[in-house]
């Protein structure tokens, strides 16, 4: 399994036909494109997972969960700049 970051519009290539460009989301919702030819069936998890027809077969079906956020230690550190003097709305920004 491989964990990418990506910024929007960013795209991944799969072999030379399959392209997945990443459009951007909000918190718990990203949009995604994909660009693959007509003979490649895509199907959605909440599909496979409706048309099971007992719980042993949804239970066969892959499963995967989000990883929780990096350590603080390992985040990004934001710096308050105080730009009163800038006349910025109310005087703070982030960086």
Request: proline share 5%; glycine share 8%; aromatic share 4%.
């Amino acid at each position: 399994m491989l964990r990418l970051t990506v910024s929007p519009e960013e795209y991944l290539m799969i072999g030379d036909d399959i392209k997945i460009v990443f459009l951007g989301g909000s918190k718990n919702h990203t949009r995604i494109m994909l660009d693959i030819p007509k003979e490649v069936n895509v199907v959605r998890s909440k599909v496979m997972e409706n048309g099971a027809k007992n719980s042993e077969e949804k239970a066969k079906l892959p499963h995967y969960h989000a990883v929780p956020d990096l350590p603080e230690k390992y985040r990004k550190k934001r710096v308050m700049i105080n730009d009163a003097a800038a006349g910025t709305a109310g005087g703070k920004r982030t960086v």
